[in-house]
């Protein structure tokens, strides 16, 4: 199940990793508040992302038929992984912030930029 969970949002932020900016409070291209260098990052984060994620799914595919204790092993250091990306990518995420939950961008969104 994993495999297929990593492999679909892999292939989805590969391909469409612009367009899924938007999930995260990211418009779907740059606009006044996410400046063109800061979105191209943003985006190019998220391809690289979804293609490490695809690539994972690729390796745990592979690794189906090995040993059950191989498999707790792989288990155990996905989990480490897990909780090793969200620990550390918290605080990256609290320091962008969310452009849309910001007061000053309502105002802009809601009223238009002219």
């Given at each position: 199940?994993?495999?297929?969970?990593?492999?679909?949002?892999?292939?989805?932020?590969?391909?469409?990793?612009?367009?899924m900016l938007g999930l995260y409070g990211l418009p779907a291209e740059p606009t006044v508040e996410v400046p063109v260098g800061a979105w191209?990052?943003?985006?190019?984060?998220?391809?690289?992302f979804g293609i490490t994620l695809a690539g994972l799914a690729v390796i745990l595919w592979s690794l189906r038929s090995s040993e059950p204790r191989a498999q707790q092993k792989l288990v155990a250091s996905l989990a480490v992984a897990n909780?090793?990306?969200?620990?550390?990518?918290?605080?990256?995420?609290?320091?962008?912030?969310?452009p849309?939950?910001?007061?000053?961008?309502?105002?802009?969104?809601?009223?238009?930029?002219?």
């Open positions: 199940m994993t495999t297929a969970v990593y492999a679909v949002l892999g292939s989805a932020l590969a391909i469409f990793g612009p367009l191209r990052s943003a985006a190019s984060f998220a391809r690289l909780v090793f990306i969200s620990v550390f990518l918290r605080p990256v995420a609290r320091r962008l912030g969310n849309v939950r910001d007061p000053a961008c309502r105002l802009v969104l809601a009223n238009g930029v002219k």
